[in-house]
T-cell receptor, first 114, second 113 residues
Framework: DTGVSQDPRHKITKRGQNVTFRCDPI?????LYWYRQTLGQGPEFLTY????????KSRLLSDRFSAERPKGSFSTLEIQRTEQGDSAMYLC????????????FGPGTRLTVT | AQKVTQAQTEISVVEKEDVTLDCVYE???????LFWYKQPPSGELVFLIR??????QNEISGRYSWNFQKSTSSFNFTITASQVVDSAVYFC??????????FGQGTTLQVKP
């Protein structure tokens, strides 16, 4: 399977703990995006990378959130000192470039903060 | 600012009925693209179609068709002869000039047998 993969698929953590998610994009895609989706809403943009460079961050991405894409391959999204409001589905997508290229999404990581 | 509105929160139809999902967008760009994605119960967003603002011809792919009207800023999606497998949440999306997607709230389609 050469699609976008994400790990873990589910994560339950206690408030105040740190969590890290991983995304492996489609191999030839140089763009990688992170989105967050809460119940009943459309995905909301968090940040994106062009190769290893992080080019845009949403205001949703507080200082507790950090993302990296070393060597322009896989990416990690870390949330420090998790809060209950962080509970959501975290989606990763990759594309060959910016618009108009379509983005291909991974299955997501569902985070539950108790 | 760019915005996508999907006013229909939920639609329920009986199998074999036709159904249209509405999408209205706002953008100041003169050239832009629009996308539709499907999110089945499994959760993974699946790309369905991309259209550019230069091409207002209707697009048909099997039972799916899309009607793009620049004059009304709408990009509607019709499923003909709906099937139970079409049950999903459907999102319309508009890419910004940096490439990030701006999604509508989504329309949940339930197709009953």
């Amino acid at each position: 399977d050469t699609g976008v993969s994400q790990d873990p698929r589910h994560k339950i953590t206690k408030r105040g703990q740190n969590v890290t998610f991983r995304c492996d994009p489609i191999s030839e895609h140089n763009r990688l995006y992170w989105y967050r989706q809460t119940l009943g809403q459309g995905p909301e943009f968090l940040t994106y990378f062009q190769n290893e460079a992080q080019l845009e961050k949403s205001r949703l991405l507080s200082d507790r959130f950090s993302a990296e894409r070393p060597k322009g391959s896989f990416s990690t999204l870390e949330i420090q000192r998790t809060e209950q409001g962080d509970s959501a589905m975290y989606l990763c997508a990759s594309s060959l470039g910016g618009s108009p290229y379509e983005q291909y999404f991974g299955p997501g990581t569902r985070l539950t903060v108790t | 600012a760019q915005k996508v509105t999907q006013a229909q929160t939920e639609i329920s139809v009986v199998e074999k009925e036709d159904v249209t999902l509405d999408c209205v967008y706002e953008t100041r760009d003169t050239t832009y693209y629009l996308f539709w994605y499907k999110q089945p119960p499994s959760g993974e967003l699946v790309f369905l179609i991309r259209r550019n603002s230069f091409d207002e011809q209707n697009e048909i792919s099997g039972r799916y068709s899309w009607n793009f009207q620049k004059s009304t800023s709408s990009f509607n999606f019709t499923i003909t002869a709906s099937q139970v497998v079409d049950s999903a949440v459907y999102f319309c999306a508009l890419p910004s000039n940096t490439g990030k997607l701006i999604f509508g709230q989504g329309t949940t389609l339930q197709v009953k047998p």
